[in-house]
């Protein structure tokens, strides 16, 4: 049973370019939640997408943006990187009736 | 405002010495308390939910206790691949929504 799978596993960007982040959730799963995760802090929620809508989103810019697809993949856009936006970032997948969250590796995006 | 508090930040402990990982929270309903391990440079890797105070959980030499303000991690006699961050995360409010406040974990180190 694959879990939750991202791409890319790294990625390096310049300020103002736009980036796109992508989750595939685990088998069975409908839910996806995107989080920001700094350097030894823990992770910061940004949204959460259920039947292809945006459904919860935490105190980040317009400047992050998602979408999810019929087959409950995700997409995570980020526009006009700044350096700030350097981070690890986790996609989190569940069920609509269950609580927990599992985790995929995450990507590590570095802007320069 | 939900907030969430680990400590100590980081431990180092030897083989075999038992203690606890501290996890205090101020939320408004609480949905879930979870219990994360996370790697360097990892996801999240799930370990336990707790639902409601008095409840505990137990995996290998990990135990995971519930009261109205806080949760405990206890380890027993732990062993060097104990080592990674273990991350205490709330959710609240009512619905199905699924954001995740975490801590900012605690690093714990096991040495041989």
């Known amino acids: 049973d694959a879990g939750v799978t991202q791409s890319p596993t790294h990625l390096i960007k310049t300020r103002g370019q736009q980036v796109t982040l992508r989750c595939s959730p685990k088998s069975g799963h409908d839910t996806v939640s995107w989080y920001q995760q700094a350097l030894g802090q823990g992770p910061q929620f940004i949204f959460q997408?259920?039947?292809?809508?945006?459904?919860q989103r935490g105190n980040f810019p317009d400047r992050f943006s998602g979408h999810q697809f019929p087959n409950y993949s995700s997409e995570l856009n980020v526009n006009a990187l700044l350096l700030g936006d350097s981070a690890l970032y986790l996609c989190a997948s569940s069920s609509v009736d269950r609580n927990e969250q599992f985790f995929g590796p995450g990507t590590r995006l570095t802007v320069l | 405002e939900d907030q969430v508090t680990q400590s100590p930040e980081a431990l180092r402990l030897q083989e075999g010495e038992s203690s606890s990982l501290n996890c205090s929270y101020t939320?408004?309903?609480?949905?879930?308390l979870f219990w994360y391990r996370q790697d360097p440079g990892k996801g999240p890797e799930f370990l336990f939910t707790?639902?409601?105070a008095g409840e505990e959980k137990e995996k290998e030499r990990l135990k995971a206790t519930l009261t109205k303000k806080e949760s405990f991690l206890h380890i027993t006699a732990p062993k060097p691949e104990d080592s990674a961050t273990y991350l205490c995360?709330?959710?609240?409010?009512?619905?199905?929504?699924?954001?995740?406040?975490f801590g900012q974990g605690t690093t714990l180190q096991v040495k041989p």
């Open positions: 995360a709330v959710q609240a409010g009512t619905g199905n929504t699924g954001k995740l406040i």
């Open positions: 939320v408004s309903g609480l949905r879930g």
């Open positions: 707790l639902y409601s």
């Open positions: 997408y259920y039947e292809e809508e945006e459904r």
